[in-house]
C-alpha cells in the first residue's frame, strides 16, 4: 500500500523543474493532493526504478553496480540505488547488477510514467565477513591470569602485587604503593613495552586505563604518576599527583604517533617514609583502534 501511494504523489506532483521527469533539486515536483484523489497521472515520457540490493543474509550490499537502459548506479552503504529518467519507450528494463564478483539480472521491470518501479535484488553473495580483531599489544592488561607477567616490577618499596580488594572489572587488579604498615620510603612500579601497530581500515590507537588512588600526604610529598616512555623518546606523563579518588577513574591518551614502534607503559607510586601512606590500583589497560 505505501508503494502504491508513493507511486501516485509521484505521478500525481506538479512539474516544478520543466522537465518532466525526476531533478535532483525537486524529485519528481511539488505534491498535488487533488490531482492524487483524482488520479490525474500527468504526462511524462519517463520513469525510474530504485531499490535495494542484499545479500544471502539479508544485509545491504554496497558498492554493488546497478544497471539499465545505460544508465547506472552504486549503491550505498544501505544497499540502496536508484536509476532516474529513463525513457518509457523502451519499457520494460531488465536490470543488471554486479556485486561479490557475480552478475545478476531482474525479470523484466515496467516502468511507472512520471515515478520511480521499485525493484528490490537478492543476490547470492556471501555476507561480508567481519575483519578479524586487531590483535591487543598489551598483555595481561586486566591481570587476569593470576601473576603480574609481562608486567615488569620494579623499585620494591613496595612491590607491587595482585590485589581483589579493589577490582575495575574480573576479580584481580595490580596493587602500587601501601595502604597500611610503616610508609616505606622510595618506588613501586610497574612497566611493559607494547608494540603498535595501527591495523588496515584504522586510522589511529589510543591507551586507556582504569586507576583507583588514594593517598593520605597532605604535604604531597608522594605521588601517584603514570608515562609512556617511547625507545629513544622523551616519556611523555600522563598524571602525576598526589591523588585521593576512592573511586575507578579512566584515562585515555592517543598513541597513534607511536604507530610502528614499541613504548613503555610506567605505573608507580612514589613514598617518602613520612607516615603517610599512599597506594594506587591498576586495571583493564588497553590499545583500541580507530
Known sequence: MAEVVREGL???ADDVAGRGGWDAHSGYGRINAANLLAAAFRPAAG???RGQVTDVSGAPV???LVSAGGASATT???GMYRLANLALVN???TLSVQAGGAAYRSAPVVLAAGGDSFVDVATTAAAAAPPPPAPQPVVNGGFESGTLAPWLAGGGSPTP???RTRVHTGSLSAYLGSSSGREPTGDSSLRQTIHVA?????RSATLSFWTWTASTDLGAFDYQESQLRPAGGTPRSLFKGAANSLSWQQTSADVTAYNGGDVEIYFNVHQDGGGDPTWMYVDDVAVTYS
Open 62 to 64: 554496497p558498492g554493488a
Open 198 to 202: 595501527i591495523p588496515a581500515g584504522a
Open 47 to 49: 520513469g525510474g526504478i
Open 76 to 78: 550505498g552503504a544501505d
Open 10 to 12: 509521484e505521478r500525481t
Open 91 to 93: 519499457s520494460p528494463y
Open 161 to 163: 602485587s595482585l590485589s
